[in-house]
């Protein structure tokens, strides 16, 4: 029972100051293990920055990033990763060059620290094949496993990023914008893999989006950031509601206009 109930990420006070200014000010959250998280926040609120900090991309100032109480703060992104946090990013990020199915052999061999020997893996490690593919089939790219990535359209390669993330098999999936880009029948697809996904392996999905379709389309809990702090959570009505989260994103508006 107690298992149960312990939150599977959790941040006590994290903190990211560059020079003068606290990005991320004192954030302490909970994600619950097969969840679908959305963080949201005006433009600039530190939603990256925390990211960065709960993916090993950025070193805490201060505060914890506990996984499952273990205190990853600080630790390389590889080891994060192998933790069981897989993240992608608001920019993709595949190689153009390789093969749909290439590009997620890769992420498949750096995984299990077999860097090295990567070259001469590839095309021919059958199991290694198979596996790629399964993955693939999940996101619906089988059909597509062995083009050039580089003439995959816009949508199909954020699709690839979500291979390779789950490549790592991760339990959480931080995902930036997933749908930043897409067309409305994309994001639409988008939302129906991340639920199918969810119910397939119970992953926590830790997103950020600005689409506020996506969010309440998605979300079952909301975080909202402003200026570096944590200023609502809550079921996605409930975060619409709140007078001081319509204050902060009206805020920004009028800042940006005057
Ligand atoms: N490497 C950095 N050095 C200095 N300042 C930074 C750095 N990264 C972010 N910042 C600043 O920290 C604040 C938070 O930025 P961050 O990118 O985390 O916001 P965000 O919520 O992700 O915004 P967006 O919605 O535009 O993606 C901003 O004021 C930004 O200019
Ligand atoms: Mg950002």
Same mark, same amino acid.
């Given at each position: 029972?107690?298992?149960? #109930?312990?939150? @599977? ?6 903190? !990211? ?10 954030? /302490? @959250?909970q994600l619950n293990e097969g969840e679908i998280v959305a963080l949201i926040g005006p433009n600039g609120a530190g939603?990256? #920055?925390? =990211?960065?900090? &709960? /993916?090993? +991309? ?26 069981g946090i897989g993240r992608s990013f608001q920019i993709t990020n595949v190689f153009n060059e390789l093969t749909v ?18 070259? /001469?893996?590839?095309? +021919?490690? !059958? *199991? ?8 693939? *089939?999940?996101?619906?790219?089988? /059909? ?9 359209? =816009?949508?199909? !390669? ?6 390779? &993330? ?5 339990? @959480? ?5 997933? #749908? ?10 988008? @939302?129906?893999?991340? +639920?199918t996904l969810r119910a397939e392996r119970s992953y926590t999905f830790f997103i950020t989006e600005h689409d506020m ?46």
């Amino acid at each position: 029972m107690a298992e149960q #109930t312990t939150p @599977i990420l959790t941040t006590e006070d994290l903190t !990211k100051r560059f020079g003068g200014l606290a990005a991320v000010d004192g954030v /302490s @959250i909970q994600l619950n293990e097969g969840e679908i998280v959305a963080l949201i926040g005006p433009n600039g609120a530190g939603k990256t #920055t925390f =990211y960065n900090m &709960v /993916s090993g +991309r950025m070193t805490p100032t201060s505060g914890r990033v506990l996984l499952r109480g273990t205190d990853i703060a600080g630790k390389p992104p590889h080891e994060i990763a192998r933790a069981g946090i897989g993240r992608s990013f608001q920019i993709t990020n595949v190689f153009n060059e390789l093969t749909v199915r290439e590009n997620v052999q890769v992420a498949l061999v750096s995984h299990r620290g077999k860097s090295l020997r990567l070259f /001469s893996i590839l095309g +021919r490690d !059958k *199991a290694l094949h198979r596996e790629a593919d399964e993955i693939l *089939a999940r996101l619906g790219l089988e /059909s597509m496993a062995g083009l050039r990535t580089g003439t995959l359209s =816009y949508g199909d !390669k954020r699709l690839l990023e979500l291979a390779i &993330v789950l490549a790592i098999e991760p339990e @959480i999936v931080m995902l930036d914008e997933p #749908t930043a880009g897409l067309t409305p029948d994309e994001t639409t697809a988008v @939302i129906e893999l991340i +639920r199918t996904l969810r119910a397939e392996r119970s992953y926590t999905f830790f997103i950020t989006e600005h689409d506020m379709e996506v969010v309440f389309g998605l979300a079952e809990r909301v975080l909202v950031m402003h200026r570096g702090q944590l200023l609502a959570t809550g079921a996605p009505e409930e975060v619409q509601k709140n007078p001081e989260v319509r204050r902060a994103y009206l805020g920004d508006e009028e800042d940006s206009a005057a």
